[in-house]
Structures are given as C-alpha cells and as structure tokens.
C-alpha cells in the first residue's frame, strides 16, 4: 500500500511544524535561563529537545536510514518504542524543570 502525494505532504508538514515548535520551545528556554539564571530553564531546555528529538526519530529513520515506507512490522514496533521512551524522558525532565521552579 503505498502513500499519495498529498498525505506525504500532509504528514510532513505536521512532523515539520511540531518539530517547528519544539525548537522554538527550546530556544525560549535557553533565552529565558540567559535572562534570569534560574536552573529550571536549562532543564526545560533540555525537555523541549528530548520532546524534539523524540518527534524526529521516526522520520529521520525513514528517510535517512532505511527508506521511506519498508520499514517491517518489527522495524515499526522498535522504532516508535525508542521514539516513546525518548518523548516520555523529555517530559519527565519538564515536569522536573517545573516543580524545581
């Protein structure tokens, strides 16, 4: 089964606006620690780029690693495993940047 144009796109441009807004999250961050020194920016900072990471791990994969859309029902399972884990450690270490604040 393969994909047509338009949910490519489609999907690209939601990969490419969340991953949009999490750098911008993490330059926030690192401009708000700039400005006040206070430590529970830099681990927001740190957050946010785990969240970003954690969204670009599958489309990196896919389209660097092994290729667009072959990936086998395993590859999927490990792949969004890794890509979980990550999201889950970004937002613990915001949650933790949070209540230190």
Partial sequence: MSMSSVQLLGLFAAVFS???ASLALVVLSVSAYRRSRHRSFTSAA???GLV???LSIEIVYQLFVRGPYLLGGGEVV???TVERFVLAA???VLLYSIVRY
């Fill in 18 to 20: 969340a991953l949009l």
């Fill in 46 to 48: 740190v957050g946010f």
């Fill in 52 to 54: 970003t990471i954690g």
């Fill in 78 to 80: 490990g792949l969004q």
């Fill in 90 to 92: 970004g937002l613990l």
